[in-house]
């Protein structure tokens, strides 16, 4: 007669030795971040060869950008064991300097994309561009990436690039807002992309410096010709360009409204109001 016996110690893990297999786990996820992010390493006491002569995201790296982004997701889960678990371990100080050097990366990077797609990123173009499907950085595999491309011969060479440019902002800005640093992301996008309303506006020929009096004091014809600018003026500002950039606010810093609205309402709020003193 058999007598069942009670689980051995092999086959149920003690608390101790699954605690010790999660820390190796952890370790491995450490070392592979720290290869890849010490390889794109940016500060200036770097001797990487990669920090100065090529982008993360430039084309002939999408891969691996996208090897990047999950160490950076790796490197998160690690840290969030030791501090659950060691959060005196010389592993989270690494791990946490890490994420420091990869953060200064994506801001870089986030800076780069925004300063060199200026014109595959004015409203009109994010306009068009958001009407195709903008899909998440790193949901497809290369293969389904280069499929997906292919099938897009109806949109134009500077859709696409704008719709490349907003699927890396969009993932830079996801990152970094998971990871703690949305402020420092936002803050360069506040000031390149204000920079560029401001322009846009400027060109539309507004003139916010009359005062109500000079204007009562105009002829006639050259009121009405001031009207029928600042009334195209108008048109153009809210219908494309302030349209443009809700639009791609709200692409970017989809992962937190409160960024979006704040992002957006910052770059406008003064173009709004240059634009609608003259009535």
């Known amino acids: 007669m058999f007598h069942k016996q009670s689980p051995s110690s092999s086959r149920n893990p003690s608390p101790h030795h699954r605690h010790k297999f999660s820390e190796t786990l952890m ?3 450490i070392e592979i971040a720290q290869a890849l992010i010490s390889k794109w390493d940016v500060s200036p006491n770097s001797d990487s060869l990669y920090c100065n002569i090529s982008n993360l995201f430039a084309a002939d790296n999408r891969h691996e950008a996208k090897q990047y982004l999950n160490s950076i997701r790796e490197l998160q889960t690690a840290m969030q064991y030791y501090i659950s678990h060691e959060p005196t371990s010389e592993n989270l100080d690494l791990a946490q300097n890490l994420m420091q050097i990869a953060m200064k990366r994506l801001e870089r990077e986030f800076y780069i994309i925004l300063r060199s797609n200026r014109q595959h ?12 499907s903008v899909s998440e950085f790193g949901d497809e595999s290369e293969e389904e990436e280069e499929e997906s491309r292919a ?8 859709e696409l690039f704008s719709m490349s440019a907003m699927e890396d902002l969009k993932a830079i800005s996801d990152c970094m807002i998971s990871a703690g640093y949305g402020k420092e992301c936002m803050k ?16 539309l020929n507004v003139d916010s410096r009359l005062s109500f009096a000079q204007i009562q004091k105009m002829a006639w014809e050259v009121l009405e010709v001031k009207i029928k600018t600042w009334l195209n003026a108008v048109m153009v500002a809210v219908k494309t360009l302030f349209y443009g950039e809700r639009i791609l606010c709200d692409l970017v810093f989809s992962s937190s409204p409160s960024m979006r609205e ?3 309402a910052d770059i406008t709020t003064e173009g709004a ?7």
């Open 151 to 158: 099938g897009e011969d109806s949109i134009s060479a500077v």
């Open 121 to 132: 990123l004015d409203p009109e173009s994010v306009s068009r561009a958001s009407r195709s």
């Open 188 to 203: 360069i996008y506040k000031s390149i992309r204000k920079s560029i309303v401001d322009e846009a506006l400027y060109h």
């Open 273 to 279: 109001h240059v634009s609608l003193c003259f009535p």
């Open 262 to 264: 704040s992002c957006f």
């Open 27 to 29: 370790d491995d996820r």
